[in-house]
């Protein structure tokens, strides 16, 4: 139902022209392939330690975009094909660590309850930022020094979370997600036993990367911005672009964007219009009034306490990142 509000809102706006096309989305995991690749093959056949490094940061790039792939396939929106978005899309969750089910039934209501803090059942647990010294202490250390907890935190809280599952999701898909946990699990395991030392020695750096990058992606989308809070009253969704002033963009290079982050940095964009494919989204024509360049947004976050930066607002700390 939600994926049909979206492709409803998605045409309202005058935009058929940028619907998803096979060849399009085929064409954009070229170079994701050879990132993979170039990658497999430094660090395997490296003997040096540098281009050993250099193929882990490739694969780390890699991952980092199966990730945006699994967001992208998640909205069924990449690929024209309903069944091909479905086929990839557990392909990248895969990758990803991520159930593909959960990952769509989740992030369907994110879009939903975006402008509403304590009804995104991603942003819920920002609301509260009273926390041990204990817990401030490592919420403040892994953020200074780039240590990913939070999206370890995400990944783990959102769509392995059984108690958020059945807190957000109906009975009737609950089945079906836990299926795929489970499934999930078993294959890791499996894949694990047989393959464990070799993954870790030859992937593991590289993943830890991916979740790095990560980490500063992502909290960039929403943190540290004024998001209404709804206390519990009965309030009605945000429209999608209404959603704008609730998330924020990342200026990038325009081939660097397109080609490296699929266009994921544009997330005032996507969340106005969240039927438009990653590959047609900088032609979209709107006001993006909370596009921050790269650089200064990471300095500004960065300078910030990390409880301060994710768990509070511009109206608490009276600091606009």
């Known amino acids: 139902m939600e994926n049909q509000l979206q492709k409803t809102a998605f045409k309202k706006a005058g935009t058929e022209r940028q619907m998803a096309s096979n060849v399009l989305a085929i064409a954009h995991l070229i170079l994701p392939i050879i990132f993979a690749v170039c990658g497999l093959a430094l660090s395997l056949k490296s003997s040096h330690w540098a281009m050993w490094f250099s193929g882990q940061l490739l694969l780390g790039i890699f991952f980092f975009q199966c990730f945006i792939l699994l967001h992208e396939t998640g909205h069924y929106s990449f690929f024209k094909s309903r069944m091909l978005n479905k086929i990839f899309g557990h392909v990248f969750g895969f990758l990803s660590f991520i159930p593909f089910k959960s990952w769509t039934a989740i992030h369907n209501l994110h879009h939903r309850w975006t402008g509403w803090r304590d009804k995104d059942p991603t942003t819920e647990g920002t609301v509260s930022s009273e926390f041990s010294r204990l817990t401030s202490a490592l ?52 894949i694990f036993v047989l393959f464990g030392k070799w993954i870790l020695v030859n992937l593991g750096l590289a993943y830890f990367f991916s979740l790095m990058i990560s980490d500063i992606i992502i909290l960039s989308q929403h943190s540290h911005i004024d998001i209404p809070v709804s206390g519990g009253e009965d309030v009605q969704p945000v429209r999608y672009v209404e959603q704008i002033p609730y998330t924020r963009s990342l200026g990038f290079n325009a081939v660097f964007a397109r080609m490296i982050l699929l266009n994921f940095n544009l997330h005032e964009l996507h969340h106005a219009q969240p039927g438009v494919p990653a590959y047609h989204l900088d032609k979209v024509a709107l006001e993006t009034p909370n596009t921050r360049d790269f650089r200064k947004y990471l300095l500004a976050a960065k300078k910030m306490k990390g409880v301060d930066f994710v768990f509070k607002t511009t109206s608490k700390t009276g600091l606009k990142i």
């Open 139 to 190: 919420v403040n250390v892994s953020w200074r020094i780039g240590f990913p907890l939070f999206t370890i935190g995400y990944r783990l809280g959102n769509y392995w979370n059984r108690t958020k599952l059945k807190k957000y999701l109906p009975e009737a898909k609950l089945n079906g997600v836990f299926r795929n946990q489970v499934f999930l699990l078993a294959l890791y395991a499996a």
